[in-house]
């Protein structure tokens, strides 16, 4: 069974810093693997989505890269703003009889002017 | 550009009773889908269509039911509620019936509480 985990659950850092957020997966076996953004209240915005054949994609000051052998994948947003303040969810497509989106429980991040 | 609309937003129901959580996209997408987002644990889902007419269930399917008679809607049952039922309701779809490889775009969420 595919298992996500995110840490760590919340992380507070000064606005213009870079940071990085993890996610890590115990079943290689994966179709993609999709960042998203939640605001309180609201509903999921995907951000970046990385196919299991590439390394990285970049979206504006979002960079998301994957390792699916090693089974963990990173978010780095530079120049961070207040704006960005957010949970970051990250979920991944399990393969051939486990074609199903499995969630982490997300970073919640605070952005401190 | 609506997107995916979720109603109600809010819905507070005794034990026992049923509704139908309603879920809509304009988008023509062929995949559709709904979780429940509980403190702790994450999005799971609960059951997915890949296109009208056909449902299947997720990692969570009991004491919810769907159906699908369009691309557009995608409802979802709670036939007897339980106080276990209460969380956050969130639809999903995506363009492509071959769900993997595509984006999916969320509706803003059904809070539901069953007291």
């Known amino acids: 069974k595919q298992e996500v985990t995110q840490i760590p659950a919340a992380l507070s850092v000064p606005e213009g810093e870079n940071l990085v957020l993890n996610c890590s997966f115990t079943?290689?076996?994966?179709?993609?693997l999709q960042w998203f953004r939640q605001d309180p209240g609201k509903g999921l915005t995907s951000l970046l989505l990385?196919?299991?054949?590439?390394r990285e994609q970049t979206s504006g000051r979002l960079n998301a890269s994957l390792d699916k052998s090693s089974g963990r994948s990173t978010l780095y947003i530079a120049a961070s703003q207040p704006g960005d303040s957010a949970t970051y969810l990250c979920a991944v497509w399990g393969n051939f009889g486990n074609e199903k989106l499995t969630f982490g429980t997300g970073t919640r991040l605070t952005i401190i002017p | 550009n609506a997107g995916v609309t979720q109603t109600p937003k809010f819905q507070v129901l005794k034990t026992g009773q049923s509704m139908t959580l309603q879920c809509a996209q304009d988008m023509n997408h062929e995949y559709m889908s709904w979780y429940r987002q509980d403190p702790g644990m994450g999005l799971r889902l609960i059951h997915y269509s890949v296109g009208a007419g056909i449902t299947d269930q997720g990692e969570v399917p009991n004491g919810y039911n769907v159906s699908r008679s369009t691309t557009e809607d995608f409802p979802l049952r709670l036939l007897s509620a339980a106080p276990s039922q209460t969380s956050v309701y969130f639809c999903?779809?995506?363009?492509?019936?071959?769900?993997?490889?595509?984006?999916?775009?969320f509706g803003s969420g059904t809070q539901l509480s069953v007291l």
């Open positions: 990385i196919q299991s054949s590439q």
């Open positions: 079943d290689s076996a994966i179709y993609n």
């Open positions: 999903a779809s995506s363009y492509s019936s071959d769900r993997a490889g595509e984006k999916l775009f």
